[in-house]
T-cell receptor, first 113, second 110 residues
Framework: ETGVTQSPTHLIKTRGQQVTLRCSSQSGHNTVSWYQQALGQGPQFIFQYYREEENGRGNFPPRFSGLQFPNYSSELNVNALELDDSALYLC????????????FGSGTQLSVL | EDKVVQSPLSLVVHEGDTVTLNCSYEVTNFRSLLWYKQEKKAPTFLFMLTSSGIEKKSGRLSSILDKKELFSILNITATQTGDSAIYLCAVEDSNYQLIWGAGTKLIIKP
Protein backbone atom coordinates (compact mmCIF):
# COMPACT_ATOMS: atom_id res chain seq x y z
CA GLU A 1 0.00 0.00 0.00
CA THR A 2 1.49 3.32 -1.06
CA GLY A 3 -0.92 5.69 0.62
CA VAL A 4 -2.04 7.06 -2.76
CA THR A 5 -5.73 6.43 -3.32
CA GLN A 6 -7.70 6.86 -6.53
CA SER A 7 -11.41 6.87 -7.17
CA PRO A 8 -13.37 5.41 -8.71
CA THR A 9 -11.58 2.12 -9.44
CA HIS A 10 -13.66 1.45 -12.54
CA LEU A 11 -15.80 3.65 -14.74
CA ILE A 12 -17.82 3.18 -17.91
CA LYS A 13 -18.73 6.19 -20.04
CA THR A 14 -19.97 6.80 -23.55
CA ARG A 15 -18.40 8.87 -26.31
CA GLY A 16 -18.80 12.61 -25.85
CA GLN A 17 -19.32 12.45 -22.10
CA GLN A 18 -17.10 14.08 -19.49
CA VAL A 19 -15.33 12.35 -16.62
CA THR A 20 -13.57 13.38 -13.41
CA LEU A 21 -11.03 11.12 -11.75
CA ARG A 22 -9.73 11.76 -8.25
CA CYS A 23 -6.48 11.15 -6.43
CA SER A 24 -5.43 11.60 -2.81
CA SER A 25 -1.67 11.84 -2.53
CA GLN A 26 0.52 10.28 0.11
CA SER A 27 0.78 12.35 3.27
CA GLY A 28 3.43 15.05 2.94
CA HIS A 29 3.71 14.79 -0.85
CA ASN A 30 3.21 18.08 -2.69
CA THR A 31 3.54 16.85 -6.28
CA VAL A 32 1.03 14.80 -8.24
CA SER A 33 1.50 13.34 -11.72
CA TRP A 34 -1.11 11.72 -13.94
CA TYR A 35 -0.44 8.98 -16.46
CA GLN A 36 -2.52 7.17 -19.07
CA GLN A 37 -1.71 3.49 -19.61
CA ALA A 38 -3.36 1.79 -22.56
CA LEU A 39 -3.55 -2.00 -22.60
CA GLY A 40 -0.15 -3.51 -23.36
CA GLN A 41 1.62 -0.16 -23.25
CA GLY A 42 3.72 1.74 -20.75
CA PRO A 43 2.31 4.77 -18.94
CA GLN A 44 2.16 8.04 -20.90
CA PHE A 45 2.71 11.27 -18.97
CA ILE A 46 -0.33 13.56 -19.01
CA PHE A 47 0.69 16.36 -16.63
CA GLN A 48 2.12 17.16 -13.23
CA TYR A 49 0.95 19.53 -10.51
CA TYR A 50 3.22 21.08 -7.90
CA ARG A 51 1.68 23.17 -5.15
CA GLU A 52 -1.54 23.71 -7.12
CA GLU A 53 0.19 24.81 -10.33
CA GLU A 54 0.65 22.80 -13.52
CA ASN A 55 4.35 21.95 -13.68
CA GLY A 56 4.77 20.10 -16.95
CA ARG A 57 2.50 18.56 -19.56
CA GLY A 58 2.81 15.66 -21.96
CA ASN A 59 1.43 15.39 -25.47
CA PHE A 60 -2.27 15.39 -24.59
CA PRO A 61 -4.98 17.69 -26.00
CA PRO A 62 -6.55 20.50 -23.93
CA ARG A 63 -9.65 18.41 -23.23
CA PHE A 64 -7.45 16.71 -20.62
CA SER A 65 -7.28 19.14 -17.71
CA GLY A 66 -6.49 18.95 -14.03
CA LEU A 67 -6.55 20.58 -10.66
CA GLN A 68 -4.58 20.29 -7.46
CA PHE A 69 -6.14 21.38 -4.19
CA PRO A 70 -4.52 22.98 -1.12
CA ASN A 71 -4.36 19.56 0.58
CA TYR A 72 -2.45 18.34 -2.55
CA SER A 73 -5.19 15.99 -3.70
CA SER A 74 -5.87 16.19 -7.40
CA GLU A 75 -8.45 15.73 -10.14
CA LEU A 76 -8.10 14.75 -13.77
CA ASN A 77 -10.92 15.90 -16.04
CA VAL A 78 -11.46 14.62 -19.55
CA ASN A 79 -14.05 16.28 -21.78
CA ALA A 80 -15.62 14.99 -24.99
CA LEU A 81 -14.53 11.42 -24.36
CA GLU A 82 -13.28 9.38 -27.31
CA LEU A 83 -13.03 5.61 -27.65
CA ASP A 84 -9.22 5.85 -27.52
CA ASP A 85 -9.43 7.38 -24.05
CA SER A 86 -10.18 3.90 -22.72
CA ALA A 87 -7.20 3.12 -20.49
CA LEU A 88 -5.92 2.79 -16.95
CA TYR A 89 -5.34 6.23 -15.45
CA LEU A 90 -2.61 6.28 -12.83
CA CYS A 91 -1.89 8.97 -10.32
CA UNK A 92 1.51 9.21 -8.63
CA UNK A 93 2.62 11.46 -5.81
CA UNK A 94 6.08 12.53 -4.75
CA UNK A 95 7.99 15.12 -2.82
CA UNK A 96 8.87 17.73 -5.44
CA UNK A 97 10.35 16.23 -8.61
CA UNK A 98 11.96 13.14 -7.14
CA UNK A 99 10.97 10.32 -9.46
CA UNK A 100 12.88 7.84 -7.32
CA UNK A 101 10.29 8.40 -4.63
CA UNK A 102 7.27 8.25 -6.91
CA UNK A 103 4.34 6.40 -5.32
CA PHE A 104 1.55 5.21 -7.56
CA GLY A 105 -2.10 4.62 -6.82
CA SER A 106 -3.92 1.56 -8.13
CA GLY A 107 -5.51 3.51 -10.93
CA THR A 108 -8.92 4.11 -12.44
CA GLN A 109 -9.88 1.79 -15.28
CA LEU A 110 -11.91 3.89 -17.74
CA SER A 111 -13.89 2.27 -20.51
CA VAL A 112 -15.43 4.49 -23.20
CA LEU A 113 -18.17 2.84 -25.24
CA GLU B 1 11.49 11.76 -30.78
CA ASP B 2 12.50 10.28 -27.43
CA LYS B 3 11.83 6.57 -27.07
CA VAL B 4 12.38 3.66 -24.72
CA VAL B 5 12.24 0.11 -26.05
CA GLN B 6 12.02 -2.98 -23.89
CA SER B 7 12.66 -6.56 -24.88
CA PRO B 8 11.41 -9.16 -24.84
CA LEU B 9 7.76 -8.10 -24.71
CA SER B 10 6.93 -11.28 -22.84
CA LEU B 11 8.85 -14.13 -21.27
CA VAL B 12 7.81 -17.43 -19.71
CA VAL B 13 10.30 -19.31 -17.54
CA HIS B 14 10.26 -21.89 -14.78
CA GLU B 15 10.82 -21.22 -11.12
CA GLY B 16 14.52 -21.15 -10.31
CA ASP B 17 15.57 -19.85 -13.71
CA THR B 18 17.55 -16.63 -14.17
CA VAL B 19 16.11 -13.95 -16.46
CA THR B 20 17.56 -10.85 -18.10
CA LEU B 21 15.28 -8.04 -19.21
CA ASN B 22 16.51 -5.37 -21.60
CA CYS B 23 15.82 -1.68 -21.95
CA SER B 24 17.32 0.52 -24.68
CA TYR B 25 16.69 4.22 -25.04
CA GLU B 26 17.10 7.25 -27.24
CA VAL B 27 16.42 10.24 -25.04
CA THR B 28 17.94 13.68 -25.38
CA ASN B 29 18.94 15.21 -22.06
CA PHE B 30 19.10 11.92 -20.18
CA ARG B 31 19.02 12.26 -16.42
CA SER B 32 18.40 8.75 -15.05
CA LEU B 33 16.86 5.37 -15.82
CA LEU B 34 14.35 3.72 -13.53
CA TRP B 35 12.90 0.23 -13.26
CA TYR B 36 9.43 -0.46 -11.88
CA LYS B 37 7.45 -3.64 -11.20
CA GLN B 38 3.73 -3.63 -12.04
CA GLU B 39 1.92 -6.60 -10.51
CA LYS B 40 -1.71 -5.56 -10.64
CA LYS B 41 -2.18 -1.88 -11.26
CA ALA B 42 0.25 0.29 -9.26
CA PRO B 43 3.89 0.25 -10.45
CA THR B 44 6.36 -0.04 -7.58
CA PHE B 45 9.89 1.34 -7.70
CA LEU B 46 12.83 -1.05 -8.06
CA PHE B 47 15.95 0.87 -9.08
CA MET B 48 17.21 4.24 -10.21
CA LEU B 49 20.43 4.28 -12.26
CA THR B 50 22.42 7.36 -13.13
CA SER B 51 26.00 6.18 -13.64
CA SER B 52 27.38 3.66 -16.12
CA GLY B 53 28.80 0.37 -14.93
CA ILE B 54 27.67 0.55 -11.31
CA GLU B 55 25.44 -2.38 -10.43
CA LYS B 56 22.51 -1.83 -8.12
CA LYS B 57 21.33 -4.85 -6.21
CA SER B 58 18.34 -5.72 -4.08
CA GLY B 59 18.07 -9.35 -3.06
CA ARG B 60 17.75 -11.46 -6.18
CA LEU B 61 17.31 -8.43 -8.43
CA SER B 62 20.14 -6.41 -9.92
CA SER B 63 20.46 -3.80 -12.64
CA ILE B 64 23.18 -1.99 -14.52
CA LEU B 65 23.31 0.92 -16.96
CA ASP B 66 25.50 1.46 -20.03
CA LYS B 67 25.31 5.13 -21.02
CA LYS B 68 27.63 4.67 -23.99
CA GLU B 69 25.50 1.98 -25.63
CA LEU B 70 22.27 3.47 -24.21
CA PHE B 71 20.80 0.45 -22.52
CA SER B 72 20.13 -1.14 -19.17
CA ILE B 73 19.47 -4.69 -18.04
CA LEU B 74 17.49 -6.04 -15.13
CA ASN B 75 18.51 -9.46 -13.85
CA ILE B 76 16.45 -11.70 -11.63
CA THR B 77 18.12 -14.83 -10.28
CA ALA B 78 16.42 -17.89 -8.75
CA THR B 79 13.02 -16.66 -9.95
CA GLN B 80 9.90 -17.29 -7.87
CA THR B 81 6.23 -17.24 -8.85
CA GLY B 82 5.92 -13.95 -6.98
CA ASP B 83 8.24 -12.37 -9.55
CA SER B 84 5.50 -12.70 -12.17
CA ALA B 85 4.66 -9.16 -13.21
CA ILE B 86 5.18 -6.54 -15.88
CA TYR B 87 8.58 -4.89 -15.56
CA LEU B 88 8.66 -1.30 -16.77
CA CYS B 89 11.68 0.76 -17.70
CA ALA B 90 11.47 4.56 -17.73
CA VAL B 91 14.01 7.24 -18.62
CA GLU B 92 13.92 10.55 -16.81
CA ASP B 93 14.83 13.61 -18.84
CA SER B 94 16.28 16.91 -17.66
CA ASN B 95 12.74 18.22 -17.00
CA TYR B 96 12.21 15.29 -14.59
CA GLN B 97 9.61 13.80 -16.92
CA LEU B 98 9.51 10.03 -17.43
CA ILE B 99 9.45 8.36 -20.85
CA TRP B 100 8.25 4.78 -20.44
CA GLY B 101 8.82 1.58 -22.33
CA ALA B 102 5.94 -0.79 -23.08
CA GLY B 103 7.13 -3.26 -20.45
CA THR B 104 8.16 -6.91 -20.34
CA LYS B 105 5.51 -9.33 -19.13
CA LEU B 106 7.26 -12.00 -17.09
CA ILE B 107 5.49 -15.24 -16.19
CA ILE B 108 7.13 -17.67 -13.78
CA LYS B 109 5.75 -21.21 -13.94
CA PRO B 110 5.99 -23.39 -10.82
Amino acid sequence: ETGVTQSPTHLIKTRGQQVTLRCSSQSGHNTVSWYQQALGQGPQFIFQYYREEENGRGNFPPRFSGLQFPNYSSELNVNALELDDSALYLCASSLSDTNEKLFFGSGTQLSVL
Amino acid sequence: EDKVVQSPLSLVVHEGDTVTLNCSYEVTNFRSLLWYKQEKKAPTFLFMLTSSGIEKKSGRLSSILDKKELFSILNITATQTGDSAIYLCAVEDSNYQLIWGAGTKLIIKP
